[in-house]
Structure formats: structure tokens, C-alpha cells
């Protein structure tokens, strides 16, 4: 709770890392991950750095990795994911990293070359059988089909070719290849054009893709034959091809030639096979092998590039020994660090420690919260809001239980709750197993990241569900109703009978205040809303009384809490003057009014029964005459709500009214004298006034300092130096606060008043929200069951089964599609304007920035 | 006809999309970090921290100029098909209107390519990749221009364009540049009648670019044709008609006879007068980097307007023009040869 209310304690550091050790202390850092490095050259070039050169050699490296890992799974070899985490190797075994890599890279290259050179002998040799058995085909029909010759012939004889019969058609050349099936249609049009239709076309398609040796794509071609006659078309027909990128084959005009090659080609195809398979086996080999390492070189080159990356944000000094890094990190992890850095030292085999410096500085520190896998989700929903500043009240600690207990307020449904409940325990327990999954889909991430706030909400939707009576809108009788209908009918009856009585009755009424009938037992319900209500005509006039007072009841104190939280946070700034001029106005405020407004509606439910309840109060118009004054002599008989009410009430505004101007003027006014009395007494004042700004332990921390081995009796003269500038600054810096124009500080006064004193209004008024919103919820639970549910269940016999089957299903999913997950979300998000808004706005800032160590965890993460 | 508050429903997402690719245009800090790169790795890690990203990490061996240029090109072409692919209707036919212009270029560069008798292989790895199409491969068959219009551009949406250069000659180089300058004006003519066709924002902005364009051509063939064996007579038919120049400039310009004469006629539209003019900073910029930066201006500019198509044609030009500028600058750094480094366009502040 501590770790969580207010960020961690940090400092920012100064590191000398001897040049030979840097790598190694900063590799350690990396696995450590508590470290967030300062750019210390913002305004380099990324390729004006030092270790640019490194870098390079590991986006190389990674290029490679890149390469072997699409032939990896171009291949589908499974690559192996032991989960271990080398550590970064030494900058000496990035060298033989490089040269493995290197090694493969080539092997790799050099089989795919030759793959690909026999691949493409293999399609071309594959092209040119199939161009050998269609065209057997083509020639065949020509011979057989009488119509075709006799259209030669005819084309001949136009032409004014002598030759007779089918010898005719072997004197027109013919121009045999294969195409991509998609251009033939152009090709075919623009052979047309050409030759003017004086060439003759026949294709027939592939029945099998074929595989383009360069990509390793399965492309669907064609077959195609052109005749035609002369040289010049030859010529054309030669050009029209190479154009659209069709490959040419010689084609055999005999038959036995034909047939011949066919053999041959065949043989050769066989031959090919098996020079193929060995090759591709080899392949298979020098890939099996890489994928095995894949991920750990991936891991390794990563981290290496990581801690370049680290390094050259660091400042070299002048002697080039020594390598100067600006840092912040937690104050409490400082020992962590110190054996990290003596780790890396060690490793180095350096001899010369490395040393930590805490340096002051008026920046605003990281904001950095110790978070676990419960409190992070509710964490990051603050942050959403917005980063808190430093060292601020952090919200999320209370939205822990606040947050689901507003939400539960709004979805109190105990079968809701418990649905809920369980879907997000099973996340929980099965959390290891499903991580993975996370990362698949986004929707799906949202939810199990959420788990934690899922379970709670559950929880609590139990608790309020039980409270409200409420299971899928039915109510449970557990301890038995405090009502009775039995004074209302002959004592001699069974319960049967009287039951059976009660159903042929339209309505029946149970007054209070009937001492004969005693439908009141005076033995109210123990726990939760009475069940009779449920089966009552004016449930809903009962129950929103009781909401929405509650809500408001809920909504004050949550406020109030809120401005108890702003107390907290200028008692930690020593902020006197805001305790003052802000909290306590705003306290009273609150209170004299919203405060006042909660006591009697708790009186009102103490002291109101039913026996007088035609004397009670209204509130709402009590509170409205409050600040009227106006007080109605009418009372019709009934008595003050308590005696002596008007003089409270006339103080209570007394109260309040001067608060507004106390919140706009006290603090701006003593701002301004004490600027005033500044400037008249002289830069004494400014000493004895530390400033609420500045750091109270910053001229000491400057101070201390934290180091290993040599070099202490320099360094510490150097640190208290430095401590003695910071107080320089410090104050430096409250002289400076002081000389804020006063005309702005009023202003921003007076928007924060005019907020606080409207949004009190406007905020009880917003927490009403929880009383319409869990109505909503349970009435649309009820005309899910009433329209739906129910209709199943008042059939008998076996089509009531079936009916009940089928209502039931309709009635589920509707139940988990609009009220587990549309509703549930609705409630989610006013729950979580509630606390961004209502709660947030009384006391958080968020203007910080969120601590981003240097880990190889999280640069594994967004890898 | 076309109502600005339909715009999105159709290309609303695309628009979006092409401001966020304007918004990836390297700024002027990018380009000095470039110009200080001292070899082509440097210029290649300055890269991968603009939008490129990645794009030069694959590359295996050392880097070359062309390899720079035609992964450049290539992440333009895959932009551009992104959005092209899923547009529709009218922004789908403005956007193959851009691509014309780019099919142009390489028609005329595969013509003179094959006149010169280069073989097709090493033309079509110039060509504009924005510009391909199916036939053009086999454009070495075509030995006149309607051999060339009968076998390979009619089934391209050239054909149209090329209807007033059909005759018998031979194909020889002054032919081709003709070729060349009776498509353009054919192309522009018929691109603005398309966006006055579109109408509303669309026409106004295109129209600004497009006469712009048009009337940098007119000024180009004219100052280029001084020395050559070109008519004015025919010099005159080669002039785009959707200027700012038509008809009065053109009528003048036609009768130039030297640069002075065309300057006169630049001194009657004042935003031409200061191309031609010496600004008198002794930096000696030639007249082709003054048009270049107008039209980043007012490409630029383009982006000024919501609800209409020219933000496409803008964002080709913009990003063609910051791929001039890259190559530019990676030739310089390559061969060394850094004074004239700084004479690229910068495009956005």
C-alpha cells in the first residue's frame, strides 16, 4: 500500500563506467531492468555516435536472422522455444556470432542457388513434356478432324502456296511454348493485331501449377502453339513472345521425333528428381540445425543492440577511458544496482570499480510505481487518465476496492456476479497457461488483462446482488419474508389452501400499519432486500428510494474522501498555505451542504416507519428552502423533522457562503504579501520559507553519495560541491516560484473555485448514475426472464420441454451477449468515470511521466 | 453532382490515409541529418528512424544508389496500390489518371530505348514502376507510330492520346519527343476535363496544379526546341491547352525565337515572372528547380483543402519529388561530390 500511494523515491544518478566494463555493467543493468538512462546527446545524429559501427554489425546480424527465419519457415520446420534467456555475450563472441551466422548465411545461399538452377532446369524440362504430349494432341486432331485440313488447304491455296492434303499442314512453321495463363488473352489479341489474323493459335491449359524457381510460387500456365507461315511473321511472332515472357520450346513436326524426345525429356526429368531430393535434404539439414538456435541468437543480438543502443547515449570523457551515464532510478534500489555494476565489473575483469554518484537536479523525477499482477491492472487504468506526478497520491491503491464496489453498486446481480466471478477466476487460475494466447488477439488481451479487475467486480457484484436480492431478478428467500398474508385470511386454513387463495387473487395489500391483519412481522429481514418486494406492485418505487439514496450517500463520502486524499498531499508538500486556503473551505463546503444532506437521509431512515411515514420530510425540496430560508408554518400536524432544525440550518449556510470566497481569495492574497514582504526584506525571507516547490531534502541528498572503491576522497569533494549548488538552486528556484505573476495565480484560483463549488453540485448530482444504471441492469435482467425464460417455463408437458430447450438457450445467450458482457461494460465505464471524474478531480494532477527502466524484458516484449 | 458532404463515405478512410502518409514526408530536420551522412549506411540508420523504417534492413551487401531508389520506389508503388486498390468510382478513375502520365514516360523511354537498339531488359528495369502495363513488354515489335498504336497502345487507356500521332515515318528521335509532348497534352487536356467533370473542390485544386503543369511543359518544349529542326508550326501544337498561358501566352510563345523572348512573355503572369527572373542571392538555381519547388508549393497547398481527390495526385508528387531529393542527396554522398549536396527540394518545413 505504502510502495503503491505514493511513486517511488528517485534519484538521479551519475555513472562512470570504465570504458572496458561499460558493456558488461550495462548488460547486467539490462537484466536487471531498474535503470532508465538519460539521452545525454539529444542532439546527435544517430550515426555521429560511438558505437555506431556496432550497431550496424548487429543490424546485419539480424538481417540474417531475418533471412534464415523465412527460409525456416518457408520450409515449415517448427522453430524451438526452450523459454531460456541467455545472458548478452561478451563483445568477443559477437565475432564468432557473426562468423556462424555469416557461414550459414552462405551455405544457405549457395544450396538455394543451386536449388534454384535445378529447379528451373526441372521447369523447363517439366514445361517442355507437357508442350510435347498437348501438342500430340493438337497434331492429332489436325490430322483426324477433315474440317480443319480442309480450312488449311483452303488458307494455302488463298495464299497462293501449292501443296496438296495434309502435307500442307506441315509446310506452315509452327512456334511452340508456354505462357502465364492470366496474359494469354493480351497475347492472343496482340498476335491478332500483328499478323492480322494470319497466324493460327491453339492452347490448351496445365492442369497442375508449376512452380516459379526463383520464388517458390505455384503458377498456373498455359500451352500454346502458333503456325504461321514466312519469315517475317517468324520474326514478329519471336518478338510478340519474348514481350509477354513466354518461354519457347523447339517442337519436333514428326511424330516419331516427337515421341523420342518425350523419352528423353522424361529420363532426364527422373534424373533431375533425385539430384533435387538431395539438395532440398541438405537444405533440410542446415535449416533444422539454425532453427534450433533461431530464437536464442535473436534474443542474443537483440540484447547486444540493446546495450549499444544504451551506450551511446552516454557521454564519453575527454581521455576516452571512461564512459559518463545520467540515470534515475528508485533510491531503494541502489544497492540492487551497486552489485549489478560490481557483477559487470567483474565479468569485464576490470579492475577499476565503477562509480555511482546521486546528483540533484530540479528536473521532475519519473513517476514509478512497484506494481504486481493485481494492482498493475488498476494501475494502468489510472494512468489512462493520466501519469500521476511525482511522488503524488496515487488513486489506484483505493480504486482496488472502490472501483469494483461502484461498479458492483450499478451491476448488482448475484447470477450476473457469479458468472462474472468464475469466468475471470479461470483466467486467473490458468494464467500461465494462457499468457501466450494474450498476444494473439487484441480483444482478447483486454479482457485477460483485466482479469484481476474482472474477479473483483465479480466478487463485489456477489456481495450486492445479495444485497439487492437479485439472482438473474429473482429473489431468494433464505431467511424467510418479514411480511405475512396470513392475518388476512381465516387462521383455520392450511398454508395450501391460502396459497391456493392468494393465486386467484389479483392483488393483495399488506399495510404496515394494520395491526389486525399483521402483515408486518416486525422482524425485518436480516440481510439484503426482502424477497416479498420481488413479487410486489410497487418494487420499483421501493427500491429506487432506497438507490438512490444510497447512491448519494456513497457518492458524498466518496468525495469527501477525495478531498481527505488532497489533504494527504499537501501535508507531504508541507503546504500549509493550501491547508488553509483549500481544504478546509472545501471540507466545510462539502459537508455544510452534501454532508448535512447524507445525516438526514440517514435520520430519515432511522427515525421514519411506517407508522409515521405521511410525516416525512421531503428532502430534496428541505434542502432547496435551506439555502432560501424559508420555512413552511404548515406542517399538518406533524412534527419538525427535529427540533431546533431551522437554526442548524440557517448556521449551515452561514457556513458555506463565506467558503467560496475564502477558496478564491486567502490563498493568492498571502502569496502576494509574502512576494511583497520578499521584495521589501531581501533574499532573507526566501531562506526562511522553503518553498513548497522545492525539494526539502534536496541539499542534503545532493550530499550524499554512494561509491565503490578509489577515487572516494576526489569524488567527495566533488559531491559536497554539488550539494552546495543544489541548495543554490533550490532556492534559486523558490525565489523564482515566488516571482509568479500574481494576476495569473488569481485567475487559475478562481477557475479552480468556481470548479470545485459547481462540480460538488454537478458531481452528487452525477453519482445518481449508479442508482439509474443498476436499474437499467435490473430491469432488463427482468424482461430477459419475464419475455423470454419465462414463456419456456409455464409450458407443460413435452413441447414444454422443447420450448423450455429452446428458451433457455435464447435466454443464455442473451444473458452472457447483452448483460455479462454490453452491460458489464456499461457499468465499467461509469464506474470509471466516476473515479477519473468525480473522484480524480478533488485531488490528482497527473502531470508526471512514467518510469521507463532499461530492460531486456521489455525490449523483448515489443520485439 | 458531387457533394462534398458524401466525400467520405467513399473515400473518407482513403483520405485519411493519404494524410497520413503526407504526414510521414521527411521534414526539413530529416534533411539535414541526411546531408551530414558521410557514406550511404549512414544515410540508410538516419532512415530507419523516419516513416521508411525498415525498408533498406533486407539488403544483403554493400548499398548502392539504385538499390536506395528502387526500394523508395517500391514503397511508393506499395502505398499507392494500397489505396488505389480500395478506391472506387470516381477516386478510382482519378487515380489511373495519375498513373497515364507515368505510362508516358516509359512508352517514350522504351521507343528510344529500342531507337538507340538497347535491349528490352535493361529498358524495362528504368521504367517507372507506377507505369507499367501488360503490353509493354512488347513495344520493340512497333517500327512506326501506327504499328506502334495498332499492336500495343490500343488496348491501353493511351489510345485515345495517341490518335493525333499516328502517321507512316519511321520512328526517329525527334519523332519520339513529339510523341511524347502530343500524349502529355492529350493527357493534361483530358485529365482537367475529367476533374472539371468531378467538379467541386476537386476541380478547383486539380485545376491549379494541372495549369501549372501544363504551362511548365509549354515553357520547357518552347526553351528546349530553340537550336532543333522543329517548326513552330508545329511547336505551336504541342503546347497543353489548359494553362494559365492559353490562349494568349501560347499564341506569344509560339512566336518565340529565344529565351529573352520567353522571359517577355513569362513578365505578363507575375507567378512565372519570378522563375525567370535572377533573384539576385548569386545561388545559381536552374530554371527546372524553380518549377520544381512551385510545384511543391502547391502541391503543398493541396493539402490546405478537405473533400477532395487532389490530395492523391499531390501526395504521388510530393513523395516522387522526396524520392529525387533522397536520390539526390545519396548520389552526392557517394561519389563524394558535396557541394551541390544542398540542392534538393525541401517540401515541408
Known amino acids: ?863 | 453532382m458531387f457533394s462534398e458532404s458524401m466525400f467520405s463515405v467513399d473515400a473518407g478512410y482513403l483520405e485519411g490515409l493519404a494524410r497520413g502518409f503526407k504526414g510521414g514526408i521527411l521534414k526539413k530536420t530529416d534533411y539535414y541529418n541526411l546531408t551530414q551522412c558521410e557514406t550511404l549506411e549512414d544515410l540508410k540508420l538516419h532512415l530507419q528512424s523516419t516513416d521508411y523504417g525498415h525498408f533498406l534492413a533486407n539488403e544483403a551487401g554493400p548499398l548502392t544508389v539504385s538499390v536506395i531508389e528502387e526500394r523508395l520506389k517500391e514503397k511508393l508503388i506499395i502505398e499507392f496500390n494500397h489505396l488505389r486498390t480500395q478506391a472506387t468510382g470516381y477516386l478510382a478513375e482519378f487515380m489511373d489518371y495519375i498513373t497515364y502520365s507515368y505510362m508516358i514516360d516509359n512508352v517514350v523511354l522504351l521507343l528510344s530505348g529500342i531507337l538507340h537498339d538497347r535491349p528490352i531488359k535493361e529498358m524495362l528495369a528504368k521504367c517507372h514502376p507506377m507505369g507499367t502495363f501488360e503490353q509493354m513488354e512488347a513495344i520493340h515489335i512497333a517500327t512506326t507510330t501506327r504499328e506502334l498504336y495498332d499492336a500495343v497502345l490500343v488496348d491501353t487507356p493511351l489510345a485515345p492520346y495517341f490518335a493525333d500521332c499516328i502517321n507512316e515515318e519511321d520512328l526517329n528521335e525527334m519523332n519520339i519527343e513529339i510523341i511524347r509532348n502530343t500524349l502529355y497534352k492529350a493527357y493534361l487536356e483530358d485529365f482537367s476535363a475529367f476533374c472539371q467533370q468531378i467538379g467541386g473542390t476537386t476541380a478547383e485544386v486539380m485545376q491549379e496544379v494541372l495549369a501549372f503543369e501544363a504551362d511548365r511543359r509549354a515553357f520547357m518544349i518552347t526553351i528546349n526546341s530553340f537550336g532543333t529542326e522543329l517548326l513552330k508550326e508545329d511547336r505551336k501544337k504541342l503546347y497543353p491547352a489548359c494553362g494559365r498561358l492559353y490562349p494568349g501566352g501560347l499564341e506569344m510563345l509560339a512566336q518565340a525565337e529565344e529565351v529573352e523572348q520567353v522571359k517577355l512573355v513569362a513578365d505578363y503572369f507575375a507567378e512565372y515572372r519570378v522563375m525567370f527572373e535572377d533573384d539576385g542571392t548569386g545561388m545559381d538555381k536552374t530554371l527546372e528547380d524553380k518549377f520544381f519547388e512551385h510545384e511543391v508549393r502547391l502541391n503543398v497547398r493541396a493539402f490546405m483543402q478537405q473533400f477532395h481527390y487532389g490530395v492523391f495526385y499531390s501526395l504521388v508528387k510530393l513523395k516522387e519529388q522526396e524520392i529525387r531529393n533522397i536520390v539526390w542527396i545519396a548520389e552526392c554522398v557517394s561519389q563524394r561530390h558535396r557541394a551541390k549536396i544542398e540542392a534538393y527540394i525541401p517540401i515541408l518545413e
Open chain 1, 1 to 863: 500500500m505504502g510502495d503503491l500511494f505514493r511513486s517511488q523515491e528517485m534519484t538521479l544518478c551519475q555513472l562512470f563506467l570504465q570504458a572496458e566494463a561499460a558493456y558488461a555493467c550495462v548488460s547486467e543493468l539490462g537484466e536487471l531492468g531498474l535503470v532508465q538512462f538519460r539521452d545525454l546527446k539529444p542532439d546527435t545524429n544517430a550515426f555521429q555516435r560511438k558505437f555506431v559501427n556496432e550497431i550496424r554489425r548487429c543490424d546485419e546480424m539480424e538481417r540474417k536472422l531475418r533471412y534464415l527465419e523465412k527460409e525456416i519457415r518457408k520450409d515449415g520446420i517448427p522453430i524451438l522455444d526452450t523459454g531460456d534467456n541467455p545472458e548478452a555475450p561478451n563483445p568477443r563472441e559477437m565475432v564468432d556470432l557473426e562468423a556462424t551466422l555469416e557461414k550459414l548465411e552462405n551455405e544457405l545461399r549457395e544450396v538455394n542457388a543451386y536449388a534454384e538452377s535445378l529447379k528451373k532446369n526441372f521447369l523447363e524440362l517439366t514445361e517442355l513434356k507437357h508442350i510435347l504430349r498437348k501438342t500430340q494432341t493438337f497434331f492429332e486432331e489436325a490430322l483426324h478432324d477433315q474440317h480443319m485440313t480442309e480450312e488449311a488447304v483452303g488458307l494455302m491455296t488463298e495464299e497462293g502456296m501449292m501443296a496438296g492434303g495434309q502435307a500442307a499442314g506441315l509446310r506452315l512453321q509452327s512456334v511452340a511454348g508456354v505462357i502465364l495463363r492470366e496474359r494469354l488473352p493480351a497475347f492472343e489479341r496482340m498476335l491478332w493485331r500483328v499478323c492480322r489474323g494470319n497466324v493460327f493459335l491453339k492452347q490448351a491449359e496445365i492442369d497442375t501449377a508449376l512452380e516459379d524457381p526463383a520464388t517458390g510460387d505455384k503458377v498456373l500456365k498455359s500451352v500454346f502453339i502458333i503456325f504461321f507461315q514466312g519469315e517475317q511473321l517468324k520474326t514478329r511472332v519471336k518478338k510478340i513472345c519474348e514481350g509477354f515472357r513466354a518461354t519457347l520450346y523447339p517442337c519436333p513436326d514428326s511424330q516419331a521425333e516427337r515421341r523420342e524426345m518425350a523419352i528423353s525429356v522424361m529420363t532426364r526429368i527422373e534424373d533431375l528428381n533425385t539430384v533435387l531430393n538431395t539438395t532440398v535434404d541438405h537444405r533440410m539439414r542446415v535449416l533444422m540445425a539454425a532453427a534450433k538456435n533461431l530464437r536464442l541468437w535473436f534474443i542474443k543480438v537483440g540484447k547486444i543492440k540493446a546495450i549499444y543502443h544504451t551506450l551511446n547515449m552516454f557521454n564519453v570523457e575527454a581521455t576516452n577511458k571512461c564512459l559518463i551515464a545520467e540515470a534515475w532510478c528508485a533510491v531503494d534500489d541502489l544497492d540492487k544496482i551497486h552489485l549489478a555494476l560490481r557483477r559487470g565489473t567483474e565479468r569485464a575483469g576490470s579492475s577499476i570499480p565503477p562509480i555511482l554518484n546521486r546528483m540533484s537536479t530540479r528536473e521532475m523525477p519519473p513517476t514509478y510505481f512497484r506494481v504486481n499482477k493485481l494492482t498493475s491492472g488498476f494501475q494502468s487504468i489510472i494512468d489512462a487518465y493520466g501519469v500521476a506526478s511525482y511522488r503524488e497520491a496515487n488513486p489506484s491503491p483505493f480504486a482496488i476496492v472502490t472501483f469494483p464496489f461502484l461498479f458492483a453498486v450499478m451491476y448488482g446481480d448475484f447470477g450476473h456476479g457469479t458468472l462474472m466471478f468464475l469466468a475471470a477466476l479461470w483466467m486467473v487460475l490458468r494464467e500461465k497457461q494462457l499468457a501466450p494466447t494474450a498476444k494473439l488477439s487484441e480483444i482478447w488481451a483486454t479482457f485477460f488483462n483485466g482479469r484481476y479487475i474482472i474477479l473483483m467486480m465479480g466478487a463485489f457484484s456477489i456481495y450486492t446482488g445479495l444485497i439487492y436480492n437479485d439472482c438473474f431478478s429473482r429473489s431468494v428467500n433464505i431467511f424467510g419474508s418479514g411480511w405475512s398474508v396470513r392475518g388476512q385470511f381465516n387462521q383455520s386454513l392450511t398454508p395450501d389452501q391460502i396459497r391456493t387463495q392468494v393465486r386467484g387473487i389479483e392483488s393483495l395489500q399488506l399495510n404496515p400499519n394494520d395491526a389486525q391483519a399483521k402483515a408486518w412481522r416486525a422482524n425485518p429481514y436480516p440481510f439484503g432486500l426482502d424477497p416479498v418486494w420481488q413479487v410486489s406492485g410497487n418494487k420499483i418505487t421501493f427500491t429506487n428510494s432506497i438507490k438512490m439514496k444510497t447512491s448519494v450517500v456513497l457518492g458524498v463520502i466518496h468525495m469527501l474522501f477525495g478531498v481527505f486524499v488532497s489533504l494527504t498531499n499537501h501535508l507531504h508538500r508541507r503546504d500549509m498555505l493550501s491547508v488553509v486556503g483549500e481544504f478546509v473551505p472545501q471540507v466545510l463546503f462539502l459537508l455544510g451542504m452534501f454532508g448535512y444532506l447524507v445525516i438526514l437521509i440517514l435520520y430519515k431512515w432511522a427515525v421514519y416507519s411506517g407508522r409515521n411515514s405521511n410525516c416525512a420530510p421531503n428532502l430534496l425540496i428541505g434542502l432547496i428552502n435551506m439555502f432560501l430560508f424559508r420555512y413552511d408554518k404548515a406542517t399538518n400536524g406533524c412534527p419538525p423533522i427535529y427540533t431546533g432544525y431551522q437554526g442548524l440550518q440557517t448556521f449551515l449556510v452561514l457556513l458555506i457562503i463565506p467558503c467560496a470566497p475564502w477558496m478564491l481569495l486567502v490563498k493568492p492574497l498571502i502569496l502576494r504579501r509574502r512576494q511583497q514582504m520578499l521584495a521589501r526584506g531581501g533574499a532573507m525571507m526566501g531562506q526562511q520559507h522553503p518553498q513548497p516547490q522545492m525539494q526539502p531534502d534536496a541539499g542534503v541528498d545532493g550530499g550524499d553519495q554512494t561509491e565503490l572503491g578509489m577515487g572516494q576522497q576526489q569524488d567527495g569533494g566533488n559531491n559536497i560541491h554539488d550539494g552546495d549548488k543544489a541548495v543554490d538552486m533550490g532556492a534559486g528556484y523558490g525565489d523564482h516560484g515566488e516571482e509568479v505573476d500574481i494576476g495569473e495565480v488569481f485567475v487559475h484560483q478562481a477557475i479552480h473555485t468556481i470548479e470545485y463549488c459547481l462540480s460538488c453540485i454537478s458531481n452528487t448530482a452525477s453519482y445518481l448514475r449508479l442508482w439509474a444504471l443498476s436499474l437499467a441492469h435490473a430491469q432488463l435482467s427482468e424482461v430477459l426472464w419475464g419475455m423470454v425464460l419465462a414463456i419456456g417455463l409455464k409450458r407443460e408437458g413435452f413441447g414444454g420441454c422443447l420450448a423450455l430447450f429452446v428458451a433457455f438457450s435464447f435466454w443464455a445467450l442473451l444473458t452472457v451477449v447483452v448483460l455479462l458482457l454490453m452491460e458489464g461494460l456499461s457499468a465499467f465505464l461509469h464506474a470509471l468515470r466516476l473515479h477519473w471524474v468525480e473522484f480524480m478531480n478533488k485531488f490528482y494532477k497527473g502531470e508526471g511521466y512514467k518510469f521507463e527502466p532499461f530492460s531486456f524484458a521489455r525490449a523483448e516484449l515489443e520485439m
